[in-house]
């Protein structure tokens, strides 16, 4: 279980590689106040290093919240995500509960 309130945004103007979005929904199954949306590109095609060829992948992002969704803390930027593999440990990460918030110490 996660350690509090959180929002996953991910990328839908990238590559998804398969099983990324089914392990993110994974996650937010598990989590009694989490919530995953699916956004289109998040930084604009010039910006975005997940649309390279070379380094295919999803950009998420994990934005620590209250139960009522308001924001806490900053929000934190991951990927590529370009594999299940990655995907994993996003979610141990997330479950984890070692993210920012502006509860953290």
Known sequence: ???????????????????????????????????????????????CVARHDDRPGTLVVLQPCAVDRSPVGAATWVGPISSRTDARALCKWVEDGDWPSATAG
Do not use: K, Q, Y
Request: a neutral charge; one cysteine or more.
């Open 1 to 47: 279980m996660s350690a509090g309130p959180f929002t996953l945004v991910v990328c839908t103007g990238c590559h998804w590689p398969d099983g990324v979005f089914d392990e993110l929904r994974g996650i937010v199954r598990r989590s009694p106040h989490g919530m995953l949306v699916a956004a289109g590109c998040l930084v604009g095609p010039s910006a």
